[in-house]
């Protein structure tokens, strides 16, 4: 998953920040039970406003709801990411994805040398890490995004890393990228490979429509090179890159054995 990737803001600085707080104002930043959701959205409403959000987004803010099925997956994350790497890959069905990620591959070579050749990503990992989050676009999320971006702003376990991605999942309202209605992941992930929304306004690139397959692909190469990703060397060799997209390691050590079989064909 995407939203465990590199991005997170200082904890100094979020100390800080809350230490000029009253005891009364830190209580009411955040919350562990949706029972304060409505009274928090609209001083949170006034942070955005005041980042640039505009009507359409903050018209999604007022209506969105505390997302309980978020909260749940939250809770249980650190279990998804346990384990041996064997174990994960079994888990998460990683002969079926190098099975279906090398005759990906060869019905969209031209897509796959287009990308390669813009950003030097190599399609395995592209095709990995496709077929890691959504199955390769078969299985993208039914949670509303903007209550389950803002619920995990509000929830007292990370507001300060997913407080940006909720502002910018506000600014994709007011742009047409998201509406109130959109649906992904149970952490705001968005499209085939799952960004969450604050990388959608820093590495999505043509629409920005993370929906469709090829600007979700791009957008993927263009988050690696980003981070690092080296032209012509092997997954194993850019595991750093990797590392940028999702901080497990299970998950990075799975990639790069996907990555590199598909690539082997």
């Known amino acids: ?37 409505d009274a928090w959205k609209p001083g949170f409403a006034a942070q955005a406003k005041s980042e640039g959000v505009g009507a359409k987004g903050l018209a999604a803010l007022a209506g969105a709801t505390y997302a309980t099925k978020t909260i749940s997956v939250d809770r249980g994350i650190h279990k998804a990411f346990s384990g041996s790497v064997d174990a994960f890959m ?27 050749s813009n950003y030097g990503v190599s399609p395995g990992v592209l095709l990995a890490i496709w077929g890691m989050e959504t199955g390769f676009g078969s299985s993208m999320g039914n949670q ?42 149970a952490h705001g992930e968005i499209g085939h490979t799952q960004f969450l929304p604050g990388n959608v306004l820093k590495y999505g690139v043509g629409s920005g429509n993370l929906r469709d397959k090829a600007t979700a692909l791009a957008s993927t190469a263009n988050f690696l ?19 940028g997209w999702n901080d497990a390691n299970v998950y990075q050590q799975a990639i790069v054995r996907i990555a590199t079989a598909i690539d082997g064909d």
Not at 5 to 28: D, E, Y
Not at 90 to 116: C, P, T, V, Y
Request: charged share 15%.
């Open 225 to 243: 090179k980003a981070h690092g990703w080296r032209r012509g060397a092997s997954a194993a060799d850019n595991i750093g890159a990797i590392a």
């Open 144 to 185: 509303n995004t903007v209550s389950a971006i803002l619920t995990l702003a509000y929830d007292c376990r990370r507001p300060e890393f997913f407080h940006p991605h909720a502002i910018a999942a506000l600014k994709l309202v007011d742009r047409g990228a998201l509406s109130a209605s959109s649906v992904g992941a």
């Open 90 to 116: 079994k888990r998460r069905g990683g002969a079926a994805i190098i099975s279906k990620g090398r005759s990906l591959k060869k019905a969209n070579a031209a897509l796959f040398s287009q990308i390669e």
């Open 1 to 37: 998953m995407a939203f465990l990737a590199k991005g997170r803001i200082l904890a100094a600085a979020v100390v800080a920040v809350l230490g000029l707080a009253t005891g009364a104002q830190a209580a009411a930043s955040c919350g562990s039970t949706g029972a304060g959701f």
